[in-house]
């Protein structure tokens, strides 16, 4: 899954014209703690609702501020993990994203990214979810693939997480609400099965999810 899959012209990108007023109003109009500011398609760099309050002086303009712009972007063609990972490093609330000739094209917000989640985590679609913590040396995703598909399952998402150096969590979403046979091969496996989520179980716990991060975002 790559970024253009997730770009939206819901939040206009800001000129080096306008105001540091303009954009705290934009900011609260559109939920958001950063904004783009671009010339036409030229990206100029990313401006947050923290350095405005600090600077105090909201009637000037961008351009004439000595605000500092970063300047993070994504591409177009990159996969979701490294927007992910961008706007964790940078801790903003949109990403601006560039075509190949480094032109802007749109941007990514933390709101969008949440609206897409249920997608990414086959949220829609029925079935049970189970969490297996497995050593890492141990860790083989054909075994996890087979022991799933030898139960006549299919693997809608799998999401690995590293606990420490030695211990990996690893959350499997299958299409088949009872889980059971698929369980008593992985216990005969040696693998130890950590949370089962049936179907019903599984939709309710990841909306509680999902309705947390909305709250944490302020959204």
């Known amino acids: 899954m790559i ?28 939920k958001v703690s950063d904004l783009p500011i671009t010339d036409k398609k030229k990206y100029i760099g990313i401006i947050s609702e923290s350095d405005i309050l600090d600077y105090n002086q909201s009637d000037e303009k961008i351009s004439e501020s000595k605000i500092h712009i970063e300047k993070p972007f994504v591409y177009i063609h990159q996969h979701i993990y490294e927007l992910f990972r961008l706007m964790a ?36 679609s029925t079935g049970g979810i189970i969490v297996l913590t497995i050593p890492f040396k141990d860790y083989s995703a054909v075994q996890i693939a087979n022991i799933i598909e030898g139960n006549d399952a299919k693997i809608l998402s799998m999401y690995v ?12 979403k299958v299409n088949v609400e009872d889980v059971s046979r698929i369980l008593q091969t992985f216990y005969r496996y040696n693998y130890q099965v950590k949370i089962v989520y049936q179907s019903s179980e599984s939709e309710i716990d990841l909306k509680k999810r999902l309705d947390e991060f909305w709250h944490f975002l302020n959204i």
Not at 4 to 25: G, M, Q, R, V, Y
Not at 90 to 118: C, F, R, W
Not at 163 to 168: R, S
Request: proline share 5%; net charge negative; charged share 20%.
């Open 3 to 30: 970024v253009s899959e997730f770009i939206s012209n819901d939040i206009p990108p800001l000129h080096p014209n306008d105001t540091l007023k303009k954009a705290l109003e934009w900011m609260a109009q559109f």
């Open 161 to 172: 997480e590293s606990l420490n150096n030695e211990w990996l969590e690893i959350t499997i």
């Open 89 to 124: 490093k940078h801790n903003i609330t949109v990403m601006p994203v560039l075509n190949e000739k480094d032109e802007y094209i749109g941007s990514i917000s933390a709101k969008g990214i949440i609206q897409n989640l249920s997608r990414i985590t086959s949220l829609q």
